[in-house]
């Protein structure tokens, strides 16, 4: 899909503040405030934006740890990797996750209070999803960069 320099200018602005109004997006962006809304609704009904969200500080709400948990599977049939699949969907603790190449299967991103609480998570519910025969967990001591911006 090619942009436009508005377009792309309206896509790196939002990124950067959601909540701007379509008045202060159409100034910064050099458009009248038609166009510029008209704009922000065919990116929108493109899936170019896929949604707002309000960016939370997990360890304000009592998150402390954040953990990178390598998930082997024992099979790889469509069946078993599907009911792994639907118990992350489920699984609240889990922010992310990734199928990926290599030796691992999939990565995911594992938000809890603390080392227990994480013990409790990859102990009792991740290694106890459907088709999960080993995982392997790293610990961010710091985020350095969390950024949700592409480049555009």
């Known amino acids: 899909m090619k942009f436009s320099d508005s377009e792309r ?14 008045v202060e997006l159409a100034q910064q962006v050099g458009l009248s405030e038609s166009p510029c809304f008209r704009r922000v609704k065919q990116l929108e009904e493109a899936g170019v934006i896929s949604g707002y969200a309000a960016i939370v500080d997990q360890r304000k709400l009592g998150l402390d740890v954040t953990a990178f948990v390598q998930v082997t599977l024992d099979q790889r049939s469509e069946s078993a990797t599907q009911g792994f699949l639907d118990a992350v969907e489920a699984e ?6 990734y199928a990926t190449s290599g030796e691992y299967d999939f990565m995911l991103k594992v938000v809890a209070s603390n080392i227990d609480d994480f013990a409790h998570i990859s102990m009792r519910r991740i290694l106890k999803f459907p088709g999960v025969k080993n995982i392997v967990s790293t610990f961010s001591l710091q985020a350095i ?8």
């Open 9 to 22: 200018r309206i896509l790196r602005l939002l990124q950067q503040n959601g909540r701007t109004s379509n």
């Open 92 to 97: 609240s603790s889990i922010m992310e996750c």
């Open 145 to 152: 960069k969390q950024s949700r911006v592409l480049p555009t």
